[in-house]
Each structure stands twice: as C-alpha cells, then as structure tokens.
C-alpha cells in the first residue's frame, strides 16, 4: 500500500450566524490546486465540536471533539498492541 502525501491543512474563521462565536474551518488543500472544506470546529451549548461534512448533498456527522480524538487515540493504540485472536 502506498502512504499518502502530508497533508496540508488551512484554518479559516468564520462567524456564521447560527452558531456561537467562531468556527474554526479545517481545509484539505488538494495537490491538484482544489481545496475541499470538510471539517468545521466550534462550541456549542460550551462544547467544542467536530462537524465532518458528506459530500454535496449527503450526511453530515457530528460529535464532541473529546470523543473524537479518544476514538483516534484509541484506533492508533490498538495498532500498536498484539492484534486480537481471531476465531
């Protein structure tokens, strides 16, 4: 399997009326010269949380950027410990 490019990431704030203060937007800037915007960043009810954005049209996904890093962290611990036993 080939490893991907780094990635290189733009931040943009924005203050879009229906949320609370700013919202911070996390860009993928593509190497063929197009950006997508696929993540924002933002508070709510004293929350910070990630929006992850479907493609155009489709599902947006939602949650507390506490759970979000700990379901990364714990992707990134799982590859390093023994895999489990399969049956």
């Not at 990431?9 to 203050?15: D, G």
């Not at 997508?36 to 929350?47: A, L, M, N």
């Amino acid at each position: 399997m080939r490893v991907p490019d780094p990635v290189e990431f733009e931040i943009a704030y924005v203050y879009p009326p229906e949320h609370e203060g700013r919202v911070i937007e996390l860009s993928v800037k593509d190497p063929g010269g197009g950006i997508s915007i696929p993540v924002d960043v933002y508070r709510e009810d004293g929350e910070v949380m990630i929006t992850i954005f479907g493609r155009q049209g489709g599902r947006d996904w939602t949650w507390r950027v506490e759970d979000f890093r700990g379901a990364i962290d714990a992707a990134v611990q799982a590859l390093e410990g023994p895999p489990p036993k399969r049956h």
